[in-house]
């Protein structure tokens, strides 16, 4: 069983930060974070969940989704089974549950959803 947790998520004002983080814990010593390929999604009310930014296990290379291209920088450290969304220049339609994802081939796990809110 691995327990992913997300916190840093919270209320910002149009232009401002935050800095997400998702650790992963509670696991057996059969997971090593490190192989893992992580991501963030989010999920706005209404709509469904889309994926916002990853990275790899293998080279650390990074894929974003082209509405927070610029803004967004995912990274992790597998020393402390820890992977991170730094996001800037928030909008209001950032606003959603934001989850953390890890995945190896067949086998993806979740966390509980962290709520974002930009607002004014």
């Known amino acids: 069983q691995v327990q992913l947790v997300e916190s840093g998520g919270g209320l910002v004002q149009p232009g401002g930060s935050l800095r997400l983080s998702c650790a992963a814990s509670?696991?057996?010593?059969?997971?090593?974070?490190?192989?893992?390929?992580m991501s963030w999604y989010r999920q706005a009310p209404g709509k469904e969940r889309e994926l916002v930014a990853r990275i790899t296990s293998i080279d650390g290379s990074t894929n974003y989704a082209d509405s927070v291209k610029g803004r967004f920088t995912i990274s992790r450290d597998n020393a402390k089974n820890t992977v991170y969304l730094q996001m800037n220049s928030l909008r209001p339609e950032d606003t959603a549950v934001y989850y953390c994802?890890?995945?190896?081939?067949?086998?993806?796990?979740w966390g509980q959803g962290t709520q974002v809110t930009v607002s004014s």
């Open positions: 509670k696991f057996t010593f059969s997971f090593i974070f490190s192989i893992y390929t």
């Open positions: 994802n890890a995945a190896r081939g067949p086998i993806t796990y």
